[in-house]
């Protein structure tokens, strides 16, 4: 994966063990995150138990220190659909959130919620929408298989009782 030198106001995401952890480049090597509060950086898999906290300290550390031996990208994925605010501003709203303690929550207030409220001023997670998905799918496809073995087992034994009922 060819990395590209990030910009300020940039989204960077961090490959971890089983998911991405979402950061903004504000320059001179140095990013704004959410991180729970006992999160160690670079801790990778660790980070894992960030799912589990309810709150978050918005942090400003180095690229490298967070992003530890986990490969990552510079990827605004989303600048075909929404317009990014200035890089000044998107630099400006993340520093004024440095240091706060804020809300975490998995599905709604996540590090890739708080990313892309920051470059385009709208809240959304991919990773948590396309998880809903696949759940859903999921169990559909649950649900049309018990639906169709609830059948076969309604005309197997409808069968058996006209055989023997002759």
């Given at each position: 994966?060819?990395?590209?030198?990030?910009?300020?106001?940039?989204?960077?995401?961090?490959?971890?063990?089983?998911?991405?952890?979402?950061?903004?480049?504000?320059?001179?090597?140095?990013?704004?995150?959410?991180?729970?509060?006992?999160?160690?950086?670079?801790?990778?898999?660790?980070?894992?138990?960030?799912?589990?906290?309810?709150?978050?300290?918005?942090?400003?550390?180095?690229?490298s220190?967070?992003?530890?031996?986990?490969?990552?990208?510079?990827?605004?994925?989303?600048?075909?659909?929404?317009?990014?605010?200035?890089?000044?501003?998107?630099?400006?709203r993340?520093?004024?959130?440095?240091g706060?303690?804020?809300?975490?929550?998995?599905?709604?207030?996540?590090?890739?919620?708080?990313?892309?409220?920051?470059?385009?001023?709208?809240?959304?997670?991919?990773?948590?929408?396309?998880?809903?998905?696949?759940?859903?799918?999921?169990?559909?496809?649950?649900?049309?298989?018990?639906?169709?073995?609830?059948?076969?087992?309604?005309?197997?034994?409808?069968?058996?009782?006209?055989?023997?009922?002759?």
């Amino acid at each position: 994966m060819a990395l590209v030198k990030p910009r300020p106001g940039d989204l960077i995401e961090i490959f971890r063990l089983g998911y991405q952890h979402w950061v903004v480049y504000v320059g001179d090597g140095y990013v704004v995150h959410l991180a729970p509060p006992s999160e160690i950086a670079g801790a990778g898999a660790a980070s894992l138990l960030s799912a589990l906290a309810d709150k978050a300290i918005v942090k400003k550390e180095l690229l490298s220190v967070v992003a530890g031996t986990d490969g990552y990208r510079v990827n605004n994925k989303h600048d075909d659909k929404y317009s990014p605010l200035p890089a000044s501003k998107i630099v400006q709203r993340a520093e004024e959130r440095v240091g706060q303690e804020v809300l975490y929550k998995l599905t709604s207030d996540n590090c890739e919620h708080f990313v892309n409220e920051l470059r385009y001023g709208v809240s959304r997670s991919d990773q948590v929408t396309d998880a809903l998905v696949a759940v859903g799918v999921t169990a559909g496809v649950l649900g049309v298989g018990l639906a169709a073995a609830g059948l076969i087992g309604f005309l197997l034994d409808r069968s058996k009782r006209e055989e023997h009922e002759q």
